[in-house]
T-cell receptor
Framework: QQQVKQSPQSLIVQKGGISIINCAYE??????FPWYQQFPGKGPALLIA?????SEKKEGRFTISFNKSAKQFSLHIMDSQPGDSATYFC??????????????FGKGTKLSVIP | DTAVSQTPKYLVTQMGNDKSIKCEQN?????MYWYKQDSKKFLKIMFS???????INETVPNRFSPKSPDKAHLNLHINSLELGDSAVYFC???????????FGSGTRLTVV
């Protein structure tokens, strides 16, 4: 049972363009939604995270949009650069006391930004 | 200083062997985790360990056993290795339930 569905599986974007990665979840107990960035040979690194009390969070070129009613959230990378080429994972975790507090990850999106 | 360090980085071993992967974090975090990343990059939780409470993912074979000598260490021992155990294993830690994870750089296990 996949609790967090991520799309697309792969994405090619021109330099300077906008990269958009989408995730959907079913468990209404989720209340923490981070995005991780992973370069080849490295561990995932926390990029940006959001909680359901806000609809958008922006950090530099990275923005999370959150739609609680639709149970969807997305990552937008503005002015995409070749250095952004990596695999991106969305994740979700239930609120404390609502069972396991482990992160559940989406299956990842391989982003390639071409010059 | 490396926040979450794993050793070894690469491990090649024969089927049937027993091996261990070590993980140490110097962040003072309370919770540590082991994740398995398969060839398709899917990250799956194996264990989490918080204040002496071990939470085991039910799908993990009992050949896998985590050992935590103290709050800063969570090692993974694997008995009777199988070909299907080949993957990258990541250790991670977090301060509390409201915190993001810090991952190690991974251990690539290859069973031949």
């Amino acid at each position: 049972q996949q609790q967090v569905k991520q799309s697309p599986q792969s994405l090619i974007v021109q330099k300077g363009g906008i990269s958009i990665i989408n995730c959907a979840y079913e468990n209404t107990a989720f209340d923490y939604f981070p995005w991780y960035q992973q370069f080849p040979g490295k561990g995932p690194a926390l990029l940006i995270a959001i909680r359901p009390d806000v609809s958008e969070k922006k950090e530099g070129r990275f923005t999370i949009s959150f739609n609680k009613s639709a149970k969807q959230f997305s990552l937008h990378i503005m002015d995409s650069q070749p250095g952004d080429s990596a695999t991106y994972f969305c994740a979700a975790r239930p609120k404390a006391g609502a069972g396991s507090y482990q992160l559940t990850f989406g299956k990842g999106t391989k982003l390639s930004v071409i010059p | 200083d490396t926040a979450v360090s794993q050793t070894p980085k690469y491990l090649v071993t024969q089927m049937g062997n027993d091996k261990s992967i070590k993980c140490e974090q110097n962040l003072g975090h309370d919770t540590m985790y082991w994740y398995k990343q398969d060839s398709k990059k899917f990250l799956k939780i194996m264990f989490s360990y918080n204040n002496k409470e071990l939470i085991i993912n039910e799908t993990v074979p009992n050949r896998f056993s985590p050992k935590s000598p103290d709050k800063a260490h969570l090692n993974l021992h694997i008995n009777s290795l199988e070909l299907g155990d080949s993957a990258v294993y990541f250790c991670a830690s977090s301060q509390d339930l409201n915190d993001g994870y810090t991952f190690g750089s991974g251990t690539r296990l290859t069973v031949v």
